[in-house]
């Protein structure tokens, strides 16, 4: 589905860099115009198989001036960097609430859920804060950043990551989601992706992949349903590209 255009923009445009280094899982080093700054990374978790060295990113400015890393990698881009018109991947997996929350309350989900204006924040249900409220619907957000579904180009360096194994706080999360419709009547569980995404069906390998997607389809068959989001990042705005459902499809798989 797509809809009328009401992009959310950032108050400040973000600032393009070359990543030199991952030095752990918060900080990136970003050379910006020749310096080198210390970057807060905002995901801890792998971002694909790739190896974040000379890759392009977008940075936001911290309003706080005190803050240690004033910058934060917001998007990183698997084109060359002397390419004008990259393709970006939005890695802010706190920012992916920001901008559901202004599509949903600009009406531009109303194919998923109504009543944008009475959007709640952090809702606890059982010993849980799912993301969202609206009206009667439960909406917990997921931006899946372990594999990246996008096509990388030869000269970005890549190798082999572990598989996904942090899957308890997934679990617990549907497992409310179902549970939620007790008392309410429709709890989502939203893929969003900050990059034209293909369908997202879910790890097919790993340790825990069958234990997850079982756990998936059980809430599924308790009245959970399963929808995708799109978004497009570029340094002044973040666009909705399209969103689906993909109930049905998370079943066959």
Known sequence: MQTNNNPFIFETPLIEGVICRRRNRFIMEVEVDGVIYDCHCPTTGRIGDIILRDVPCLLSLSNNLSRKTLYTVEAISVDLPSNATKSWIGINQNAANRYVEHFIKSGQLSGMVNNGEAIKREQKVGNSKLDFLVGNTY??????????????????????????????????????????????????????????????????????????????????????????????????????IRYFETTKDMIKG
């Open 139 to 240: 909406i917990e957000v997921k931006t899946p950043l372990t594999r990246l579904q996008v096509e990388v180009k030869e000269h970005i360096e890549t190798k082999e990551g572990s598989s996904f194994t942090s899957f308890e706080r997934f679990i617990k999360h549907i497992g409310e989601l179902a549970h939620s419709l007790n008392k309410n009547d429709k709890a989502i569980l939203l893929v969003c992706f900050i990059y034209d995404s293909s369908k997202y069906m879910g790890s097919s390998g790993g340790k825990y992949s069958s234990y997850i997607r079982n756990s998936v389809q059980s809430s599924i068959n308790q009245g959970v349903e399963v929808w995708q989001v799109n978004f497009k990042i570029t340094p002044t705005e973040v666009n909705l």
